[in-house]
């Protein structure tokens, strides 16, 4: 993508670990979004965080944002089975556009 | 509670077949719509926008069209369809009274043969 990009990753993790992924971007953003995404399904919005906020968090989530970097990160704590998902973040461009980074593949092993 | 539905669930179609995927959003008044198109294992691409009635904006071009005849419904359609349409067609509203948040339907799975 040309805007939001993640460093592209398929994760395999142990259940109970802890887990990071990245996401940088290439425009300013007011917004950025974190989504999850299962096998199958629509993605669901899981975190999100303002150009004016530097950490976000929610249960075992929290979402960074560094905005001179122009780069956020999405961290889960005590993974379990059911966070197995495709991970994405998301910047709004302006105007109702929305880009959607390439996607981390999370597997949590149980 | 809001509720958004895609229908169909799956279409298998021939190239060159015409097409029409549909959303309805309830329990929503107002809302920003959109279209997103997502490729086997691949990320989202915003296809359109539509924040009234009657109104849709294109953000790429793949040959396909969006209408909003109604405020709760919005239509992905083409009469032409291509290889390379197929994919996961994602239906998404956010509030039109603000917020970022994006709230996305079920999907429908698109197979052209």
């Known amino acids: 993508s040309q805007w939001g990009e993640e460093n592209l990753q398929a994760l395999s993790i142990q259940e109970g670990e802890d887990v990071t992924m990245n996401c940088s971007y290439k425009t300013y953003t007011t917004v950025v979004q974190w989504y999850r995404q299962k096998s199958g399904k629509g993605p669901a919005l899981i975190i999100l965080?303002?150009?004016?906020?530097r950490e976000k968090r929610s249960g075992r989530l929290r979402a960074t944002l560094d905005t001179s970097s122009q780069s956020s990160s999405l961290s889960i704590t005590g993974t379990l089975a059911t966070d197995t998902a495709v991970y994405f973040c998301a910047t709004n461009t302006g105007n109702y556009k929305y880009v959607f980074g390439a996607g981390t593949r999370l597997k949590v092993i149980a | 509670a809001q509720t958004i539905h895609q229908w169909p669930v799956a279409e298998i179609k021939a190239v060159g077949s015409p097409l029409s995927l549909g959303c309805t959003i309830k329990?929503?008044?107002?809302?920003?719509l959109y279209w997103y198109w997502q490729a086997t294992g691949g990320t989202l691409q915003q296809l359109f926008y539509?924040?009234?009635?009657?109104?849709v904006e294109s953000v790429v071009q793949l040959n396909l069209s969006a209408s909003r005849p109604k405020d709760d419904q919005f239509i992905l359609s083409t009469e032409k369809l291509l290889l390379s349409h197929s994919g996961f067609y994602l239906c998404?509203?956010?509030?039109?009274?603000?917020?970022?948040?994006?709230?996305f339907g079920p999907g429908t799975r698109l197979t052209v043969l």
């Open positions: 965080i303002r150009s004016n906020e």
């Open positions: 539509s924040i009234t009635v009657g109104q």
């Open positions: 998404a509203w956010s509030s039109g009274t603000g917020g970022y948040e994006q709230y």
């Open positions: 329990g929503k008044s107002s809302p920003n």
